[in-house]
């Protein structure tokens, strides 16, 4: 059994579960988190055809009430939040006044004034006085209510069938991006419909006490679906996978929207403006000088955060690796990388430079993968 040293990184409410199931653990944004049970290539492909189940319970909530806090949002995020439905979500980030982006967040729209905005592990403590600061002015309560939440995630095409024998909402009904108050085995919980997978799937917000419960029940309801726990290193092949940016790697301060292909989040006509539109309204007229790519190498080895990429015309380096790794999917080394918009085009041929020797590699559209289900 894997033990723990004195002062290390916080526990989740799960981590003796985690413990008994074998888990190797990381030290992940001052949390101390399963990065996988067994073999994360064999739960990165349950999660493709089965189900996985994640502690997520690292992410940051932070919940803003009041009458303003449509307002409020409106005028911190790139999004125009008060327009989203109660019951609904909607992906959003928070910028700099350069146009840089703090953290990528998911907006919940819980009720008429009540918002629930969730944020990277490693942003929350930024992400939190930042809305506070914001917001002043407006008629709203800026909390951070991490503290108050467990989140559990049900990934995969079984998800729904899963999770239907378990809550009392009608999960048909639950759209995608969506949320609603029920009960997960008899338990009090938000359960939206969203993740960071490329599935089907639901996230399950719940209190810290009734985590291990709530998991407990969806391990013996997904005994016969397949389902297995899954650890953030088949997450984040998942998600590479899906196309689907990391804060801290595809996502910085150093980055704008538009630069990864994130562009359509932004609102730029909201009458009262936001934090960092002029910047952001700048680089949207000019036109970023690097975009987001897919590549699949044409090798075994596989590109890795940092690696350079060339062009093989020139010689030149032109761009940098931002994730990479073997896809159990593909069943090829896929990487995404940031490189001048000339050299963007699927088909382009480039190389990557792995430890001083250069690979072929060939730019592809966005996501490698797309579920047909």
């Known amino acids: 059994m894997t033990t723990i040293p004195a002062g290390t990184p916080r526990l989740t409410p799960l981590h003796d579960v985690h413990l008994a199931l074998g888990a190797s653990f990381t030290d992940f944004a001052g ?27 690292h992410m940051g909530e932070i919940e803003l009430t009041g009458p303003g806090a449509g ?23 928070i910028c700099a006044e350069d146009g840089g982006i703090i953290d990528d967040l998911v ?38 209510a991490s503290a108050d939440w467990a989140l559990l995630a049900v990934q995969g095409p079984e998800a729904a069938a899963i999770v239907a024998g378990l809550t009392d909402l009608h999960v048909p009904d639950l759209k995608y991006y969506a949320i609603d108050a029920g009960t997960v085995a008899g338990i009090d919980v938000l359960l939206a419909r969203t993740g960071y997978t490329g599935e089907d ?19 013996e309801a997904g005994a016969g679906h397949g389902l297995v726990p899954a650890g953030l290193a088949c997450r984040d092949t ?31 006509d909201k009458p009262e403006g936001f934090v960092g539109d002029a910047a952001l309204a700048r680089r949207k007229e000019e036109g970023p000088q690097r975009v987001l790519v897919g590549l699949v190498a044409s090798g ?8 350079p990429v060339h062009d093989p015309a020139t ?10 790794s073997p896809s159990p999917t593909l ?15 699927p088909g382009t041929r480039l190389a990557v430079s792995l430890r001083g020797t250069l690979e072929d590699a060939e730019v592809v559209a966005l996501p490698f993968y797309s579920r047909t289900r």
Do not use: K
């Open 31 to 57: 949390w101390q988190m399963p990065v996988r049970y067994g073999s994360e290539t064999a739960e990165h492909r349950a999660v493709r055809t089965q189900a996985g189940l994640f502690d997520l319970t």
């Open 71 to 93: 307002a409020a949002l409106d005028r911190a995020l790139v999004g125009r939040p008060s327009a989203i439905g109660v019951g609904r979500a909607r992906y959003s980030m």
């Open 107 to 144: 907006v919940y729209r819980l009720a008429d004034e009540h918002y629930l905005v969730v944020a990277n592990a490693s942003n929350v403590a930024v992400v939190a006085p930042e809305l506070a600061s914001r917001a002043q002015g407006y008629d709203v309560e800026v909390r951070d």
């Open 201 to 219: 799937g639901f996230e399950i917000y719940c209190r810290p006490d009734d985590a291990a419960a709530i998991w407990a029940a969806l391990t």
């Open 238 to 268: 998942l998600r590479l996978e899906a196309g689907m940016p990391l804060y801290g790697n595809e996502l910085s301060r150093e980055t704008t929207p538009f630069e990864a292909n994130l562009g359509r989040v932004v609102v730029l």
């Open 300 to 307: 075994r080895r596989s590109p890795r955060a940092g690696y």
């Open 315 to 324: 010689g030149a380096e032109v761009g940098v690796v931002t994730s990479g």
């Open 331 to 345: 069943e090829r080394p896929i990487a995404m990388a940031y490189v001048p918009p000339a050299l963007a085009e």
